[in-house]
């Protein structure tokens, strides 16, 4: 992401604006960008100066794409109401709405459109720009004076807020920035691989079927499993058509061999289309690697959700699946560590229920399931 400027609260019930890369027709003098930056890098790289976001973790990536780092972020609302209520969502809109009793906030459509009609935000009115931007830091503060009472005040939810949430945005935008080397050249032969396999399967089907026909219509599904080949509908669709979906092709794959070879080809397609063919779009031209968002404040569990892209559900089930984790390496030099808890829900168990033989075990390291 680029700058086009910056929002500040000092105040609650005020908020400024800076304008910096605005480009349209007519549009008015802004403040110098590198200027500006250098006027503000004192003030964002000092720790000493606490600071608080909402997401706070993005608004950093974006000052690290200018060689600024910024520290002293020491609140950041959108964890506040993660560790206070993490069944809850989080975004600014449910937040204000949920402890400040406002609504109506300006959205980003509001200001840039959606869909096709939607513009980049360097062409957005100043105007425009400076009640959406200067509300949303004007926003923030207000919600932080109103959650942070809740959650500092209470020892546990201090305890988990101050010494493993706010740490661990830190660490995550680390790890975003620093990416995940992907052999490309690797994914590309394995994408190949499964072209030719989908191929094969696609052949086999036909055989098996008596005919050519679409394996990704279900329309033409329909038609080769129930009316050529006479197989039992199972279930129905909500518009009344019989299902093909992946539970109704395992429950007929006990009656005939297409369905399995249909189950493999969608497997196969899947992988194909998620991760070999995919993953090398998405690596960054400058960094020659892929940098997913971490998202820390999802998850009811506490758990990270990786998107942009997912790398947390790439299948292990399967040899395929494995095959593409190969792709996932180190630099020279270095090596990938994969750690785990071990038998965690179990251990939970065991302390909260006190049971005797549960404890045994795990304080004499013996397996459990054994």
Same mark, same amino acid.
């Given at each position: 992401a680029e700058l086009v400027g910056i929002s500040f609260a000092v105040t609650p019930g005020e908020g400024c604006y800076i304008p910096l890369t605005h480009r349209y027709a007519g549009v008015p003098p802004q403040l110098p960008l590198a200027a500006t930056l250098d006027k503000l890098r004192p003030w964002l790289e000092d720790a000493g100066k606490p600071k608080v976001g909402q997401n706070?973790? /993005?608004?950093?990536?974006?000052?690290? =794409? /200018?060689?600024?780092?910024?520290?002293?972020?020491?609140?950041?609302?959108?964890l506040e109401s993660y560790v206070l209520q993490s069944h809850q969502r989080h975004d600014m809109d449910a937040l204000a709405t949920r402890f400040l009793g406002a609504s109506g906030l300006i959205q980003y459509v509001d200001v840039a459109g959606k869909g096709a009609s939607q513009i980049p935000f360097d062409q957005v009115d100043i105007e425009r720009a400076t009640a959406y931007s200067a509300e949303d830091a004007d926003v923030t503060l207000q919600l932080h004076a109103a959650i942070s009472p809740r959650v500092l005040g209470d020892e546990k939810l201090r305890r988990i807020y101050s010494d493993i949430e706010i740490p661990v945005a830190s660490v995550?935008?680390?790890?975003?920035? =620093?990416?995940?080397?992907?052999?490309?050249?690797?994914?590309?032969?394995?994408?190949?691989?499964?072209?030719?396999?989908?191929?094969?399967?696609?052949?086999?089907?036909?055989?098996?079927?008596?005919?050519?026909f679409n394996l990704g219509s279900p329309k033409q599904l329909c038609e080769v499993l129930f009316d050529r080949l006479k197989l039992k509908?199972?279930?129905k669709t909500p518009s009344g058509a019989p299902s093909v979906d992946e539970e109704v092709l395992e429950k007929l794959a006990e009656d005939h061999p297409i369905c399995a070879k249909l189950l493999e080809h969608r497997s196969i397609a899947k992988l194909k289309g998620t991760y070999t063919d995919k993953l090398p779009r998405m690596i960054h031209p400058k960094t020659g690697r892929v940098h997913t968002n971490y998202a820390q404040a999802v998850a009811v569990t506490g758990r990270l959700s990786s998107t942009d892209p997912n790398l947390q559900n790439i299948p292990v089930r399967t040899a395929e699946g494995r095959r593409i984790r190969e792709a996932f390496v180190a630099p020279p030099g270095a090596k990938i560590v994969s750690a785990d808890y071990s038998q965690i829900e179990l251990r939970i168990?065991?302390?909260?229920?006190?049971?005797?033989?549960?404890l045994d075990a795990f304080t004499k390291g013996e397996d459990v399931h054994r």
């Open positions: 706070a973790k /993005y608004d950093r990536h974006v000052f690290a =794409n /200018y060689g600024i780092t910024v520290r002293g972020v020491t609140q950041d609302t959108l995550l935008l680390a790890m975003e920035r =620093n990416g995940v080397l992907i052999d490309m050249q690797q994914l590309q032969r394995q994408g190949h691989e499964l072209g030719q396999k989908m191929m094969d399967l696609e052949r086999e089907a036909h055989e098996l079927a008596g005919g050519p509908s199972i279930k168990m065991a302390h909260l229920s006190g049971d005797q033989g549960l």
